[in-house]
């Protein structure tokens, strides 16, 4: 997550306008951790899409 938030800070990318996709595997592996990354990319204002 802090890379990303570097990257939306130096880059003229509004985060408004990026997906994220998550796949079941990834998000079962760690469910808490993935609840949490989630919850910030769409705080600021990113898309998840949860597959």
Do not use: D, W, Y
């Not at 985060?15 to 919850?39: D, G």
């Amino acid at each position: 997550m802090q890379f990303l938030t570097e990257q939306f800070e130096v880059s003229s990318i509004a985060p408004e306008s990026i997906c994220f996709e998550v796949t079941e595997t990834t998000a079962i592996a760690n469910l808490a951790a993935a609840a949490r990354f989630i919850r910030e990319l769409k705080k600021r204002g990113c898309q998840v899409l949860a597959r």
